[in-house]
């Protein structure tokens, strides 16, 4: 038996086409062999979506049929509904998630999950994350609409306006950019769960539940959280170094599978100078101290910028407040799980490790209560 | 350090556990040292919890306030919040109860937020289980809801739930044995979930319901009520061997057999084949005629496996005398196991490392995207 990796840090757990991340030349690439940035500067999220689940990107009419699947799937079933009225509206976004697809999924017997369980499963996330936003905000229920892409569409149900159109258009590149990134701890759970013959949805709410970790989908917040707290750019040196000292981690700096810089966060970086000019200049000044600083403390170790970083500035500038940016994680995150999933079924075999046993001698006789 | 790949990761090594030792090559189960077959006939549920939980068997005063924080949060009020029974409502009659849990766990999870999982959520989700199965039960039936009686332990109060009315000794007392058999079980799929889970430091309802996801699966939770329907099609103990050669001529699985870890017969399934034997007679003369064929039949196919009984195939025949419906086995091996994982993930916390495994890439090398308007 193989030794125990903590972890399973460096445990091949999947075959996978879907997505590769080629952490020493610090590349990401998506189905079909796309590098992420030549990815993101010409699709949209449909179209990216559509490249994870079929291995090619589709053409006119592929893409109109999908997004035409997409509009007649956003809407909410009265048992989903139901289970969306029933919470309170201050309910963390992600519990809101969570419950609601796992309503919106229930049914009567279990089924293999489908291509088209997988674009309806998408298309609803968006209706579910704003209408949290507006339960949150005492506000009325936007209905989706036809003619929108899924960016535009989850811009339009949580305002009620429309959004301009580099709003729409950072979104869309944040949606492509965190789509798929190999097996991560949520896809992995999909996987997992994928592999005993559940169905479609069981598998995304196991993966809604993971993504809500705080080292996982959670440090998007964190890091928009130390910006916060920073403030301004002239603050960023004094507050790093203070947190230093007291041996707490920068959220957005470090990741287990990048050596070099992340491009993902490469291209929100460029873009976060447009979207959020003001957040951009302290984000700017604060990942060059802290990278110097860690740098400085362990030059032995890769410490790059990673994704969650850039991202929150991003997002910051889209208009999302971060209290939804683990949701809006999971808007783009839901068609990576849904091509994995998809992926597995073609070779299914229960994923069940094994374990070191710690506990004591077996054997033992179980004494009485009364005896006890 | 990169592994190489084990497909399902067969053997390899995801966690160090005190909980439970799946001791595959000599068929034994073992819950913190104990062998499971000296747990199942004298403990009940709640020893066996606070086993897995605390790490010992509970002294009369441990097992009486864990008996009482368990009434506390089975209480109607506790177990199914206005928004889990809210949701509970929402949901069509004919929904697929491993469905429901999983989104009134789900619902139910909204009040703890990000809390990080202790024992007394651990206890409060575990309790609150069967309040949400019975109730749903008796929704669909058209039946007002039964509120738990403080009086009863955790299998009767189930019962008593579901039914309105106290069960026989005889069938608590199995029930009893049942939960205790299956409350954990090494690294298994959904209990392997609940750690992922647990490991990017999300809430215990995530874990869970991540879990219940996984144990819905035909090739884990799922199969007690596929070993039911293909024995309904059987039909009678004579059919058994024209019907399984006939069934292998098409490849189709036989329900109930064979274990990824066991090479020899499960401790469980021996414990649950003898309580099938006493309690539900009609259901073993058919069963142990389909066990011997089926067991007879693959050997003939692959001697060298070993392929024995799992603890699936006689769990149907004593859920079955219990008087669940087939659709109620899976979600009532959650009631079981919910212990297990509640466990798993206190653990997991204890000592935690985000698991993140990686992915060997079989796709194409890199290349360029063609705009839109230059495809088809």
Not at chain 1, 156 to 171: F, I, N, P, Q, Y
Not at chain 2, 257 to 282: Q, S, W
Request: glycine residues 6%; hydrophobic residues 40%.
């Amino acid at each position: 038996m193989p030794e125990f990796s903590p972890g399973l840090e460096g445990v091949v757990a999947a075959e996978t086409a879907v997505s590769e991340v080629d952490g020493a030349n610090g590349r990401l690439i998506y189905r079909g062999g796309y590098l992420i940035e030549d990815l993101a500067a010409v699709a949209t999220f449909e179209e990216a979506a559509y490249l994870l689940w079929n291995g090619e990107l589709p053409d006119k009419r592929e893409l109109d049929d999908l997004r035409h699947k997409m509009s007649a799937a956003r809407r909410l079933k009265d048992a989903a509904r139901g289970a969306l009225t029933s919470m309170d509206p201050a309910t963390d976004p992600m519990d809101t998630l969570r419950t609601v697809v796992s309503a919106q999924g229930a049914a009567k017997t279990l089924t293999k999950p489908t291509l088209d369980e997988a674009i309806a499963l998408v298309a609803v996330v968006p209706t579910i994350v704003a209408a949290s936003h507006r339960r949150q905000k005492g506000l009325d229920l936007v209905e989706p609409r036809d003619e929108l892409g899924h960016a535009a569409n989850l811009l339009w149900m949580k305002e009620g306006t429309e959004a301009s159109a580099d709003r729409v258009h950072w979104l869309d590149t944040y949606l492509v950019l965190l789509a798929d990134h190999g097996l991560n701890a949520s896809t992995f759970t999909a996987r997992v769960i994928a592999s005993t013959g559940s169905d479609l949805t069981s598998c995304v709410v196991g993966a809604i539940g993971a993504l809500k970790g705080p080292a996982h989908g959670g440090a998007t917040y964190a890091a928009r959280t130390m910006l916060d707290k920073i403030g301004s750019a002239d603050n960023a040196e004094a507050w790093l170094q203070d947190q230093h000292a007291k041996h707490a981690r920068f959220p957005g700096f470090g990741h287990r599978v990048y050596r070099t810089y992340d491009p993902r966060a490469k291209i929100l970086r460029e873009l976060a100078k447009a979207a959020a000019p003001e957040l951009q200049k302290t984000a700017e000044h604060t990942e060059e101290v802290a990278l110097r600083i860690l740098h400085e403390a362990h030059p032995e170790r890769p410490n790059a910028t990673n994704v969650d970083f850039w991202a929150s500035v991003v997002l910051t500038g889209v208009g999302i407040p971060k209290e939804l940016f683990t949701c809006v994680f999971a808007t783009s995150r839901v068609a990576g799980w849904t091509a994995h999933v998809l992926e597995s079924l073609t070779d299914l075999r229960i994923i069940r490790p094994a374990s070191i046993w710690k506990g004591p001698q077996p054997g033992t006789k179980p004494v009485p209560i009364n005896s006890r | 350090m990169t592994s190489e790949y084990v497909p399902g990761l067969e053997g390899i090594v995801a966690a160090q556990t005190a909980i439970s030792l799946v001791d595959g090559a000599n068929g034994r189960l073992v819950y913190r040292g104990y062998v499971i077959a000296d747990l199942a006939e004298d403990m009940s549920f709640e020893e066996v919890a606070h086993l897995l939980w605390y790490g010992r068997l509970p002294t009369r005063a441990e097992l009486d306030s864990l008996t009482l924080e368990l009434a506390a949060s089975r209480a109607a009020s506790r177990a199914l919040t206005p928004p889990a029974m809210a949701t509970l409502q929402a949901l069509p009659k004919d929904t697929d109860p491993m469905d429901v849990l999983r989104s009134v766990v789900s619902v139910q999870g909204i009040e703890h937020k990000l809390e990080r999982p202790t024992i007394p959520l651990a206890i409060h989700a575990t309790a609150s289980f069967p309040t949400i199965l019975a109730a749903f039960h008796r929704q669909r039936h058209g039946l007002e809801g039964v509120k738990p009686r403080a009086d009863l332990a955790h299998a009767a109060n189930y019962l008593y739930m579901l039914n309105g009315e106290e069960s026989p000794p005889e069938l608590v007392r199995a029930l009893n044995t049942y939960l205790v058999l299956l409350a954990d079980h090494g690294m298994n799929a959904s209990t392997f979930t609940a750690r992922v889970i647990a490991s990017t430091d999300s809430d215990l309802a995530s874990c869970l319901v991540g879990a219940i996801g996984a144990l819905k699966g035909p090739a884990h939770g799922g199969a007690p009520s596929q070993v039911m329907d293909q024995l309904e099609q059987i039909g009678t103990p004579e059919n058994a061997e024209p019907w399984m050669r006939a069934a292998r001529k098409r490849k189709v699985r036989f329900m109930g057999f064979g274990h990824r870890v066991y090479r020899t017969y499960d401790p469980r399934a021996r414990i649950l084949k003898a309580m099938c034997e006493r309690l539900n007679p009609t259901f073993y003369a058919l069963a142990s005629k389909v066990e011997e064929t089926a067991l007879m039949i693959l050997h003939e196919e692959h001697p060298e496996r070993p392929q024995a009984t799992n603890v699936e195939f006689y769990s149907a025949g004593v859920l079955q005398a219990i008087g669940l419906p087939k659709e109620f086995f899976p979600p009532t091996f959650a009631v079981s196991r919910a212990a297990g994982w509640t466990a798993h993930v206190l653990e997991q916390v204890a000592n935690n490392r985000l698991i993140r495994p990686q992915s060997e890439y079989i796709g194409p090398e890199p290349r360029r995207p063609v705009p839109l308007a230059e495809r088809g």
